[in-house]
């Protein structure tokens, strides 16, 4: 079946300006999640959705960064005024409900120059 | 806090040969464990995982791991690694206090020698 899916795959972006990140999880898939991964790192917990609602935002670095999945399904990841060290590699996962075993997207590789 | 630590910025090693990646972890209970692989361009992809019952685990593509708890490790091994298996490999733990929250090594990146 089809594996988690992120638009777009490269995102290049003046400072300043906005991005939205789109995640498509796997179908069924009631949680779902979005991380950072810098280079040289692992993933960086960013926000857990559990169905609509953000379960835990805690690992979002500012109010820049905001994520929403109102259907419940597909979910966006926009950031505002993007800095420099915004740039990353952003990574969503998807798992069938709050379980530890998380499937992976390819990821977005964004740069902020 | 919890953490997990990867010890090995980077491994090479010849193909057919052994291979074994080390992952240690700080934690105040029985972890839930698990090792995922990232290839350039690729999501990360679950290897094998371990919640309970038998130390050793068996994953996909012929590896395997043993859970440790006097030596806080779970350490990923393959008898003979192929040139595909060159990626990046994370350990990570899930979080004492979260059912989904993982925390992450740094990785350690896989070079094969031909």
């Known amino acids: 079946g089809a594996g988690v899916s992120q638009t777009p795959s490269n995102k290049v972006t003046e400072k300043g300006k906005y991005v939205e990140l789109r995640c498509d999880p796997i179908s069924g898939h009631t949680a779902l999640y979005w991380y950072r991964q810098s280079l040289g790192q692992g993933p960086e917990f960013l926000i857990y959705f559990q169905g609509t609602g953000a379960a835990d935002d805690s690992g979002l670095p500012n109010d820049r960064f905001f994520a929403v999945r109102p259907e419940g399904s597909v979910s966006t990841l926009k950031i505002q005024r993007t800095e420099r060290g915004d740039s990353a590699v952003y990574l969503c996962?998807?798992?069938?409900?709050?379980?530890?075993?998380?499937?992976f997207g390819p990821g977005t590789r964004l740069t902020v120059l | 806090a919890q953490s997990v630590t990867q010890p090995d910025i980077h491994i090479t090693v010849s193909e057919g040969a052994s291979l074994e990646l080390r992952c240690n972890y700080s934690?105040?209970?029985?972890?839930?464990l698990f090792w995922y692989v990232q290839s350039p361009g690729q999501g990360l992809q679950l290897l094998l995982k371990?919640?309970?019952?038998d130390t050793l685990v068996q994953g996909i593509k012929g590896f395997e791991a043993e859970f440790k708890r006097s030596q806080s490790s779970f350490n990923l091994r393959k008898p003979s690694v192929h040139w595909s298996d060159a990626a990046e490999y994370f350990c990570a733990v899930g979080r004492m206090d979260s059912n989904y929250q993982l925390i992450w090594g740094a990785g350690t990146k896989l070079i094969i020698k031909p």
């Open positions: 371990y919640f309970s019952g």
């Open positions: 934690y105040g209970a029985t972890p839930y």
């Open positions: 996962a998807s798992s069938p409900y709050s379980a530890q075993e998380q499937f």
